[in-house]
């Protein structure tokens, strides 16, 4: 793969090619919570900003894109919602180019940072978001239950300017 690929709005019309790259990045159930259905992907969607992105192969013929994010916006706070790439597109940037498209995405929305949550034994994301100037600035015990085991979450911040790059 070349890294010829691109970051575009998903339509509301596209929730079930969101759930099903959801369900892609998320089969892993040690790492990151459940699969999410395209009609909680549709809800999600229809609240105020709220808005999905997905990241595409441009040398492929259409198929699923490699990877979605989910964001929303409140006043000049913006959290991501979801992020996922698939197992084969993975180790090759394509994490840190939706993150920065989140980034621009919060920015052109108003937001002045940026939020996710991440579980803290999820160590490839914990890197990816370490490596896009993300920081810790709490920690839930016991927020998530993976693979039946009690994991705590680490809630992440990152300012965004408007120019989208800070
Ligand atoms: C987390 C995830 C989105 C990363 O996607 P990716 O396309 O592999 O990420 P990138 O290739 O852009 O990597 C960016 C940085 O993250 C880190 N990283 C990514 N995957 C890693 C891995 N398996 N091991 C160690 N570091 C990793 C690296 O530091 C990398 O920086 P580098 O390129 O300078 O080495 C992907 O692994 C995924 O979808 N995981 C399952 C879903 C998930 O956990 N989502 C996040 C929930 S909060």
Do not use: K
Request: hydrophobic share 50%; proline share 6%.
């Amino acid at each position: 793969m070349t890294s010829s690929w691109h970051v575009r709005p998903a339509l509301a019309a596209e929730v079930e090619v969101l759930a099903a790259v959801h369900a892609l990045c998320f089969a892993d159930a040690t790492v990151a919570g459940p699969a999410w259905s395209a009609q909680a992907i549709a809800d999600l969607l229809s609240l105020p900003g709220v808005a999905a992105l997905m990241i595409l192969d441009g040398d492929q013929p259409p198929g699923l894109p490699l990877g979605m994010a989910l964001i929303r916006t409140v006043v000049d706070e913006a959290e991501i919602l979801t992020i996922g790439v698939i197992p084969d597109a993975r180790g090759r940037g394509l994490g840190a180019a939706l993150v920065q498209a989140c980034v621009d995405r919060a920015a052109s929305a108003g937001a002045a940072a940026l939020y996710l949550e991440v579980a803290e034994t999820n160590t490839p994301a914990r890197r990816l978001y370490a490596a896009t100037g993300f920081e810790p600035v709490g920690r839930r015990a016991n927020y998530y239950h993976l693979a039946g085991q009690p994991v705590a979450a680490m809630l992440l911040r990152r300012e965004v300017s408007a120019g989208g790059t800070a």
